[in-house]
């Protein structure tokens, strides 16, 4: 016999108590109830069964830790501290018993130790065909958001996290199925099931970062959309990306470009910002590096040519027309 | 030529800018920065197509008022002011343009009407054969929330809008097709397609309210929702839920029951609530009737009857198993 609604809220409310004293009214009434200190931010994002994930190698406590990590990324990309999230499934009812508590469960544990109340949601069910969806909004506090308009110029161009890793994954999940997980890539393809937002960066970086945005959808993506934001020229060089052996074996392996994994592969959940060199030279944290500058002008260049050439955009956009 | 998500976004940004200064970062960071006084409200919900809408009877406009509206009403229900909303929609690429812009033209709207800025948000593909998803976020304020929980002995039981005409409104379109739209039930049929929440009662009730909940799922499931939330036995009169002449009118056309509707159809969004009697005789109110008495023990009852009877729970719940 299937839990009705009414049952799985009461399930989820007990499996993910609220992990401080900031909500007033969690789970269970119209709405939920909680104070803020600050400035508040909120996002969302959605993973699509088929697009964004497969549970074909992907566990549903991977898609709940990626639901809940993808966001943890975008708060972050602001400095700013997460707070609280709801969480909306869609899902035939017949999938709910083999998804819902493992999926809870992989989300709860990120949530715990990033601080964050799981504070409503909702459940809905589909027909037996439709993919699963799973939107996770996700609030957070800060005292100064930090933009991705603010670079100026002779800022260094920071990046915080692997790129490529996540695309590598990937490919190697397509090609070998779950069995890659203890593989000879298995940091590869864990960076796509269990990719980790770079959280612990934001207190270190705060004070000091000029502008600021998540990796999401590939590096030149996104190098574009801080140049375009902050109206300035931003000149990288590729060969301070600091690509890992493991990538460069696996895209050996696979025949494959590792430098276009790291440009265009999206879902690496770096945080790539600005700041002024003094300051960068200061900070100790792992995965950090320094690719590039900022200058006067417009465009994303590959610096170390000559002539230097425009970097093309590329992306990994949700959207494009099949 | 398709638009990609990109394209999306920013058309989306140009068609709802915010609609006052609360918003210091809305849509195209990655993420929204808004101010908040008083103590903070969240609520969401999803709407699922083929399951909450058809678009062989609704318009996409009315998709998108529907998405607002029944979450103003979760707002509402809390006894606080609407503010900040965040949208996610999941559909095949080829469905976007014929969709998305009626979707936030009439969420659009609603949103104005309720000093409502849309901060947010995400738009995700989804296989050609998949269902439209629709998930939206919406954040309140409040000085004084008012929960399921807080109904006191004697407590007059009150109702503000109209039960059951969403499902004839369902019932007529399922029948009749969007034709319904202008025949003699057409009331009937706007309450299932635009629905409206009782956000402007807030203003008038939050002083006075012990308890409140929004009637979505039915009232008699929402009466056992205040009982058990609040541990009270609630004696109601049907007699006095003041179903109107086209509801009945609508039943004895297609065969049904009007009572049947109006304590098992849902999708009603009107208020329930108890205050003390001299509060509600105060209360100028459209649509306002006084349904029940709040009494020691638990458990819903007809009142009117000897001996009097337990009402049945019954209730819509959106994930009953097929």
Redesign the interface.
Known sequence: ??????Q?IEAISGWVPPTDTSV??GI?????????RG??????????E???FDLSYCLPEEVGHKALAVNLS??A??A?RPS?A???L?LP??R?ESFVPGFYAGLSILARENGVNI?????????????M?V?V?L??E?ER?V???GAKVGDVVFLIGDVGCAAAGLALLRSEGRKAIGGPFKDLVRAQLRPEAQTSAVPLIEAAAHA???VSDGLASELYHLSE?SRMAFEIDTTHLGLGSDLLSAAQVLGQDPLHWALYGGEDYALLGTAPAEAVAQWRIPGLKTIGTVRQGQGVWIGSTTPRKRLARGGH??????
């Not at 016999?1 to 009414?6: A, C, L, N, P, V």
């Not at 269970?28 to 803020?36: C, H, K, L, P, R």
């Not at 400035?39 to 699509?48: E, F, G, S, Y």
Request: charged fraction near 15%; glycine fraction near 8%; hydrophobic fraction near 45%.
């Open positions: 016999m299937s839990k009705t609604e009414q799985w007033l009214v269970g009434d119209d709405a939920a109830v909680f104070e803020s400035l508040n931010v909120a996002t969302t994002d959605t993973l699509v088929g697009v964004h975008d708060i990309a602001m700013a609280q709801l969480i909306s869609v009812a017949a709910a504070i409503g949601g909702n459940l809905s069910r589909a027909s037996v065909t439709a993919p969806v939107s909004t609030l957070g800060t958001p933009l991705r308009s600021l945005i998540d934001g956009d949700h959207f494009e027309a099949p």
